[in-house]
């Protein structure tokens, strides 16, 4: 058991009592000033910080730390914060969306890691001033917080998924869980010494009323009777029979099925539960997202998930939900009572203008529309055939359309009281395509409409429709092919996924083939996949993904085993970091833009650097980087997006940032031109936000086409820019 002595530090000498930052000011997600010395002053403070570079997963958990802390927290009068400071906007906005998550995020200024320097902990926070908690990273420990927060008034609450479960057991190093084993099972086979700080190991025999105050895994092939006088689970939504496992409105024969689930304890609402009860059945796939899986089958080609699915818990009260409740077969068969089939309900309409304004103003390096009536997020632009120029954002969680001419009126793609975001654009020889992310039956999807004759489509699903949330939309298209590529977010562990439509036609979703991990077993963490076609017509991608290296870019040939675009080395600590590519075509050659490693501006005091590379054809490999960015300019860069005209000429944008007070993020612009880049230009409005640039060849007219956010919190908008090249060339 860690002594309290490492849970609770004060802070060093470097932050004075009462103060996180020199100044106070921090900033959230969308720029908005918050001074977290005041909070911390005043309030008992706690924060989160996490990072969606690091794993899939890093509230750890998202969802026990968003009740168990936060909520808490804020529940006793304090404030709640997460922290990311080095990942994107979109980034952190995924993330927020995964877990439901409404507390602020701060994002800025860097300096905010000093208040933990040591990797992620899941915990921090302030009492009366000063840091109370700086190192606390086990979530078994929350009776410690309880003492020194909020003094003993809070209560733990279980929350999913298995992976959250399993750790709770596993780890807790408190020896407040027990394996618990049928009685014929003889013991001394099954103790595994690496476990003896986390469990003990019982017979269900022997189970004690002080031991059922613990977490409790049961384990083995039990009979149903002897589940059913150790719960005697009445009420509950999981029971036995002598011969059955009733689980909700469900009946399963109990020695045909395996099951695997979690639930809060009947014994102590404290703890979890955990069946691992198998039958001879045996999981081929990983389910660690679920709160419960009922199977059968002893290979791949038998295996089928009976019942699958999360819960809903509210109020600590654990529902089976149709919503949220899967199947592989025909589920009714296995109906116990009344089993409700889901209802499609037409989600109520917004309120939602059909006027817009689009100024339009004009600057030394070109032409500029602004769109939107305010909070607009991460637009994507794209040309027709004709020369059209569309771009679509988000706005208050609709999804607006518009062509970038003056008094072009929107084209809602969702305006319903669901929630959407991240949407993006493709273009075949006869449609507008837009691609989206919504919540309408409680997880994320990825859903398109499309623009035909001028005629709006209907809503169509494009990715699979399964108990878990998809993220960071990307897409390519070459003629009528169009290739679109997302996420699969699986608790800690994360996919990619890429569908195809043919002149109209909505392909199934496959999986992308992924570099291996080459530092621990069976671990997936791809994300924000860029999409593009080369000269031969060829499908390539680029992503990030942690592992094989910590933070690394990975790419290759849709199909073909993909390779690391960044250095390699033997440790996995030691290869060059980066993340967040656009990758694109230069006639033959294929080119890659990514930003380095933001943390190491405070862990190496080196600015963030935007690089490039080419694709050597004839070895195979990517040249070594040339740095864009200038230091000198700027300390932090993010989310580079690079075209070529049909000069050949080479165009990157990015977001970039000063290091002096009162700075803020702006649009910076580099060209190369008969193989000599130019330095970089800021081409937004100086003083005002600027973020999550996008760039796009007008092929109708080579002309070079650029979009942005602006402004921050309530008051974004979307600006559209017509780039005058030759001014930026003779800059």
């Given amino acids: 058991m860690k002594k309290l002595l490492f849970l609770v530090l004060v802070l060093t000498s470097q932050i004075g009592f009462?103060?996180?930052?020199?100044?106070?000011?921090?900033?959230?997600?969308?720029?908005?000033?918050?001074?977290?010395?005041?909070?911390?002053?005043?309030?008992?403070?706690?924060?989160?910080?996490?990072s969606t570079s690091n794993c899939g997963y890093c509230l750890v958990d998202g969802y026990f730390s968003e009740t168990n802390y936060l909520d808490n927290n804020k529940k006793t009068g304090g404030a709640s914060f997460e922290q990311c400071l080095f990942n994107p906007q979109l980034d952190?906005?995924?993330?927020?969306?995964?877990?439901?998550?409404?507390?602020?995020?701060?994002?800025?200024?860097?300096?905010?890691?000093?208040?933990?320097?040591?990797?992620?902990?899941?915990?921090?926070?302030?009492?009366?001033?000063?840091?109370?908690?700086?190192?606390?990273?086990?979530?078994a420990e929350f009776p410690k917080l309880n003492t020194i927060l909020w003094d003993n008034k809070c209560l733990l609450t279980p929350k999913g998924n298995l992976h959250m479960a399993e750790r709770l057991v596993f780890e807790n190093e408190m020896n407040d869980a027990i394996l618990v084993y049928p009685d014929s099972v003889d013991l001394s086979k099954k103790i595994n010494e690496r476990l003896s700080?986390?469990?003990?190991?019982?017979?269900?025999?022997?189970?004690?009323?002080?031991?059922?105050?613990?977490?409790?895994?049961?384990?083995?092939?039990?009979?149903?009777?002897?589940?059913?006088?150790?719960?005697?689970?009445?009420?509950?939504?999981?029971?036995?029979?002598?011969?059955?496992?009733?689980?909700?409105?469900?009946?399963?024969?109990?020695?045909?099925?395996?099951?695997?689930?979690?639930?809060?304890?009947?014994?102590?609402n404290q703890k979890y539960i955990v069946l691992n009860i198998r039958h001879g059945n045996k999981l081929q796939e990983s389910v660690n997202y679920l709160d419960f899986v009922i199977y059968e089958g002893k290979d791949t080609a038998s295996f089928k998930k009976m019942l699958y699915g999360q819960y809903d818990i509210v109020k600590g009260k654990q529902d089976i939900i149709p919503q949220k409740t899967f199947s592989d077969v025909p589920i009714q068969q296995y109906c116990d009572k009344i089993c409700r089939i889901p209802e499609n309900k037409n989600p109520e309409q917004h309120n939602v203008s059909e006027k817009t304004t689009i100024i339009t103003t004009n600057n030394a390096y070109g032409n500029i529309s602004t769109l939107g009536n305010g909070n607009c997020k991460f637009p994507d632009i794209i040309s027709d055939t004709k020369g059209n120029v569309w771009t679509v954002f988000e706005e208050n969680g609709d999804i607006i359309l518009n062509v970038v001419e003056i008094n072009s009126q929107p084209i809602y793609i969702e305006s319903d009281n669901s929630d959407s975001y991240n949407p993006i654009l493709a273009s075949d020889n006869k449609r507008i395509w837009v691609f989206y992310l919504n919540n309408k039956d409680l997880y994320y999807r990825v859903y398109a409409r499309y623009i035909e004759n001028g005629n709006l489509s209907d809503e169509i699903l494009i990715s699979d429709k399964e108990p878990f949330n998809s993220t960071n939309l990307s897409?390519?298209?070459?003629?009528?092919?169009?290739?679109?590529?997302?996420?699969?977010?699986?608790?800690?562990?994360?996919?990619?996924?890429?569908?195809?439509i043919y002149n109209g036609t909505l392909m199934n979703p496959s999986i992308i083939t992924l570099a291996p991990s080459r530092y621990t077993e069976d671990y997936h963490?791809?994300?924000?996949?860029?999409?593009?076609?080369?000269?031969?017509?060829?499908?390539?991608?680029?992503?990030?993904?942690?592992?094989?290296?910590?933070?690394?870019?990975?790419?290759?040939?849709?199909?073909?085993?993909?390779?690391?675009?960044?250095?390699?080395?033997?440790?996995?600590?030691?290869?060059?970091?980066?993340?967040?590519?656009?990758?694109?075509?230069?006639?033959?050659?294929?080119?890659?833009?990514?930003?380095?490693?933001?943390?190491?501006?405070?862990?190496?005091?080196?600015?963030?650097?935007?690089?490039?590379?080419?694709?050597?054809?004839?070895?195979?490999?990517?040249s070594i980087p040339i740095i864009l960015s200038d230091a000198k300019e700027t300390y932090m860069n993010q989310t580079p997006s690079v075209i070529c005209d049909k000069n050949k000429d080479i165009y990157v944008i990015w977001s970039g940032r000063q290091k002096k007070d009162n700075s803020v993020w702006s649009i910076y612009f580099v060209v190369n031109n008969l193989g000599i880049w130019s330095k970089p230009i800021l081409i937004s409005q100086p003083g005002i936000n600027a973020r999550y640039p996008k760039i796009i060849l007008n092929e109708k007219d080579n002309s070079i086409i650029a979009s942005w956010q602006t402004g921050i919190g309530k008051e974004m908008k979307t600006v559209v820019m017509k780039i005058n090249k030759e001014q930026l060339k003779n800059n």
Wanted: aromatic share 16%.
């Fill in 92 to 139: 952190v906005y995924a993330f927020t969306k995964q877990f439901h998550s409404a507390f602020t995020v701060l994002t800025y200024p860097p300096e905010l890691y000093k208040i933990h320097e040591d990797g992620f902990p899941t915990v921090l926070a302030f009492k009366n001033g000063k840091q109370v908690v700086k190192y606390h990273n086990n979530y």
């Fill in 197 to 268: 700080k986390s469990v003990s190991w019982k017979h269900i025999g022997e189970i004690t009323e002080t031991d059922k105050q613990k977490h409790l895994y049961l384990i083995g092939n039990y009979n149903a009777g002897t589940l059913t006088d150790f719960f005697k689970l009445t009420g509950s939504n999981v029971r036995f029979t002598s011969d059955s496992l009733i689980f909700g409105n469900y009946r399963f024969n109990f020695d045909s099925v395996g099951i695997y689930a979690w639930f809060i304890s009947p014994f102590n």
């Fill in 525 to 622: 963490n791809a994300w924000s996949a860029s999409l593009m076609y080369d000269s031969k017509g060829e499908l390539w991608g680029a992503w990030n993904q942690h592992y094989p290296g910590n933070f690394c870019v990975i790419s290759g040939k849709i199909g073909d085993y993909p390779q690391p675009v960044t250095n390699t080395a033997k440790e996995m600590d030691d290869w060059e970091h980066g993340g967040y590519p656009d990758i694109a075509s230069n006639g033959e050659k294929k080119i890659i833009v990514y930003e380095s490693f933001g943390w190491d501006v405070v862990l190496k005091n080196e600015s963030q650097k935007i690089k490039f590379r080419e694709f050597n054809d004839s070895v195979k490999k990517w």
């Fill in 475 to 500: 897409a390519a298209t070459m003629k009528d092919e169009i290739s679109i590529v997302w996420t699969e977010w699986k608790a800690n562990q994360r996919y990619l996924k890429l569908s195809k």
């Fill in 18 to 50: 009462g103060q996180v930052l020199k100044n106070g000011n921090a900033e959230d997600l969308w720029g908005n000033p918050i001074n977290i010395n005041d909070t911390v002053k005043s309030k008992t403070t706690v924060i989160i910080p996490f």
